[in-house]
């Protein structure tokens, strides 16, 4: 049985890229090999990257990308405002399309497979991730179940129509980091879920599309999400983003009231802060000083000096979603 890594990554992460490749060579556990899958043709940069490490390949199935863009397409097509939602805004097509590339990891070449967001660093053995496949199809580390606003509309009257309020407190997940099986979603299960999506399209969240659908298709086929975070004992559980400001940096791994963390996920913070800090701008955000450990691991001459005032840049502030989901007692207090 292989297991591998698969990243979604362009040139617009590469900063990114480099930090997250690197932490996973001196944390991960083992050497594990990896998959870049392309989120467009903006490749040049994270191309000459792979070049310089052997267990690295880009992704190039063009047909297994082009299946699960076109899945995206119809899945979003049977959505009552989605398009003209997005048209409003300016966008043409699908939000983020690229963003559905990551469905790839399906089809791919691992038995067994880690996803990856680039603005991830792994600080941790992933191997707990992987063993917990074996009492379910997928396993998570991440505390998204407390925040339903970001993977469904909770506007919706057909939410719980669709899924039971149980499911929806327990089984969501953030879409930025999972470990999964290969073969889960076959042509006839992928036209089973778009005819379900004939009636419950409308509780897709548009600005979280990859997120809502991977969500949806796990919940709606019933397969078994698997949430370290959910487990026992309660005093080994650990936060994983940036918006915990508690953590403590030791040795640069991160640890929250003694425990370490296994990733530390930039979620919310654009990818042009990171570029910028690299070109040498002053910026500050949460564990800035970690992430520039990890980028420049195997260069730290090229390590920009930073001088003048700096600027902060936080992540966004939680929506409108979470206050309403807060009154309808569907979202539990966040975990600092």
């Known amino acids: 049985m292989t297991d591998g890594i698969c990243i979604l990554a362009n040139d617009v992460v590469y900063d990114q890229l480099i930090a997250l490749l690197n932490s996973l060579e001196v944390n ?102 992987f063993e917990q496949l074996e009492q379910g199809d997928i396993s998570v580390y991440d505390f998204q179940y407390k925040d339903l606003s970001h993977v469904f509309d909770v506007t919706s009257a057909k939410l719980t129509q669709v899924f039971e309020t149980s499911k929806l407190s327990r089984d969501i997940f953030c879409a930025g980091l999972y ?24 509780i897709l969240y548009t600005n979280g599309p990859d997120q809502s659908i991977l969500n949806y298709m796990m919940l ?73 450990h990890y980028r420049y691991l195997q260069d730290p001459a090229a390590q920009p000096v930073f001088s003048g005032h700096s600027q902060q840049c936080p992540p966004r502030p939680p929506g409108l979603g979470q206050k309403i989901l807060k009154k309808l007692r569907l979202m539990p207090a966040r975990r600092a």
């Open 220 to 292: 709606k086929t019933g397969l078994t999400v698997c949430n370290l975070a959910q487990q026992p004992p309660a005093e080994t559980r650990t936060g994983c983003c940036i918006t915990s400001p508690h953590f403590e940096q030791r040795d640069y791994r991160l640890y929250d009231r003694g425990q370490p963390l296994t990733y530390l996920h930039y979620i919310g913070l654009s990818s042009q802060y990171f570029r910028r800090l690299c070109q040498g701008e002053n910026l500050t955000f949460p564990y800035r000083d970690l992430f520039l």
């Open 179 to 202: 470990a999964s099986k290969q073969g889960l979603f076959d042509r006839g299960r992928r036209d089973w879920l778009l005819e379900q999506l004939d009636q419950d399209a409308e």
């Open 28 to 129: 991960a556990g083992k050497a594990y090999p990896v998959l870049v899958i392309p989120y467009d043709e903006r490749t040049a940069q994270v191309e000459q990257l792979i070049e310089q490490r052997p267990n690295v390949e880009l992704f190039k199935e063009t047909a297994i990308i082009s299946r699960w863009e076109k899945f995206a397409e119809q899945i979003w097509q049977r959505h009552p405002t989605a398009y003209q939602k997005w048209t409003q805004r300016g966008i043409q097509g699908v939000n983020r399309l690229g963003m559905h590339r990551r469905f790839c990891g399906f089809d791919g070449p691992f038995d067994r497979f880690l996803y990856l967001d680039a603005d991830i660093l792994v600080l941790g053995a992933l191997a707990p991730l």
